[in-house]
Nanobody, 125 residues
């Protein structure tokens, strides 16, 4: 079983930046694809960004492309989400998750095995 702990959320004005971190337990971090998702009040969970396990290919939702960047440090068992030019509509609880299967889309939350507890990001207008 993998446990993840997110950190870095908070309150930031529009146009500001935050870096989210997600530290995973275990020695098999490199065997997982990793993803960031978010859920705003009253809305469904949505994919934000994903990064593959070995090569580190990245994918970002259109809504955050050019503003957010996912990265990973396999030596530290940590995945990051750099968020720039934040907008009020980015306000949500952000979750990181692991995907052990080698098939399936990174953007499909149903493909993920373990989830963190979430960290709140609030962007004021």
């Amino acid at each position: 079983q993998v446990q993840m702990v997110e950190s870095g959320g908070g309150l930031v004005p529009a146009g500001g930046s935050l870096i989210l971190s997600c530290a995973a337990s275990g020695r098999t971090f490199i065997t997982y694809d990793m993803g960031w998702f978010r859920q705003a009040p009253g809305k469904e969970r949505e994919f934000v960004a994903g990064i593959t396990r070995t090569v580190g290919d990245t994918y970002h939702a259109d809504s955050v492309k050019g503003r957010f960047t996912i990265s990973r440090d396999n030596a530290k068992n940590t995945v990051y989400l750099q968020m720039n030019s934040l907008k009020p509509e980015d306000t949500a609880v952000y979750y990181c998750a692991t995907k052990s299967g080698r098939w399936g889309r990174l953007s499909d939350g149903n493909e993920y095995d373990y989830w963190g507890q979430g960290t709140q990001v609030t962007v004021s207008s």
